[in-house]
């Protein structure tokens, strides 16, 4: 993790950039009507508790902790406390669809969070954040179920207008997440979320925006409180170009390097050195929007090559006059597999970070060897409330290479046997942002599994989770 002493440089280099007020950052205080509690966010460092400064707005409990003024002038110098519950029941089904046999397991996750952000500035300030989560009910918990009590967030971030844009820096533990998460994700849908030991930069202007950044992604254990660490032997780096192509739609162009050292795949083993290309384009026009993205990766595994690929895409047109406003979703995906195990260059994707969510929760399905077609429909009876039906297909991207679950485990007993067909799965989901600060959800997941995963042992396979979610 970096140093107290990097996190001083930092700050010194830039405090003398950020006297400048930003206006693109001040939140009108000159009109009452304008202010309004924030929203409590999926990313809890991004909230903005100044209109607290107004004390007419202090209405609820815990308010007098919200905002802690530590400037009679400055409205945006403040201290804010909060937390994160989440609790969420999961019934699943063995892993891998019980080829290594197992039974169903009914379990709780437990995911509480506490943080402390320390506006120091207008364009300065510190973000603390703890986390406790536990699973009661799990067998054997692995360290993305569990995590007794450690250090999930602690950065400094700091901004200033230069040369007419915005610059940003973020020295820390922080998270780092790309467009839908389909492969730079903070892995929410596990229990203990991703965090990576960074430094990130960024400048804004116009229509574009250029990031970059260095990072050793934290590696999570529970043995004892304040375990977790990161080191050389896993880092993840890149640079970023996005351009506003229109007012409703984006380009972005991604390079990145990926290193793992002493890794296991089936057709290699040894240090692993990825570079990624990654092409996304997102946008709407009226009722239709789009996410659109490719990566091609290149590199080594040990003595082997690595030539890989992978696509995602998600289409949605929204049929606003309708009652209960029914939307249709059409989600395609692909990544490569290795065609030949014995051979000199490894062909199977990998997916660096991705999120869960993006196929489902269960965990059945890796984004690995894979051809993905989802058609769903999702209603809106009341305001906040969503239900969504979905039906997937799953096949793999050659017989050569097994079947993946998540992120990308390899199915014993299915590399190399025949049939591309590896499930068809039938996904319900319910979801009610009940208000600002709390959130219910519900998932229910049946894969029914093919021939090819039924001959190394599998079976279909079921997952249901329930969930709360609570923030202050």
Known sequence: MPTARMLLLAWACFASLSHTALAEDQTATSDPTNLQRPTIDFYRWQEDWSVLADPGLRTEPGDAFKYISLSKTNPKSYLSFGLTLRERFVSVDPALFGVEGGRRQSYLLHRLEFHLDAHLTDNTRIFVQLENALAPGLAKPSPVDANKLDLRLFFLDTQANVDGGLFKLRVGRQEIAFDLQRFVSVRDGPNVRQAYDAIWADYERGGWRITGFASQPVQYRNESDFDDYSNRHLTFSGVRAQRRMTATSELSISLSEFRQDDVHFLAASGNEVRQSIDVHYNGRADNFDWDVEGMKQGGSIGAKNVDAWAFGSLTGFTFTGASW????????????????????????????????????????????????????????????????????????QTTHDAIYAQPDIPVPGTAGEPGRRSSTYGQLELNWNATRSLAFGMEFDRYFVAPALRRAGGHDSDYFGAEVRWGW
């Open 325 to 396: 406003s029914p939307r249709i979703d059409l989600q395609l995906d692909a990544a490569s597999g290795d065609h030949n195990l014995s051979g000199n260059t490894v062909g199977t994707f990998n997916p660096l970070f991705p999120n869960g969510y993006y196929v489902t929760l269960s965990g059945y399905t890796g984004y690995t060897n894979f051809i993905h077609f989802k058609p769903s429909l999702t209603l809106t009876p009341m305001q906040d409330v969503k239900l969504v039906a979905a039906v997937g297909e799953l096949w793999r």
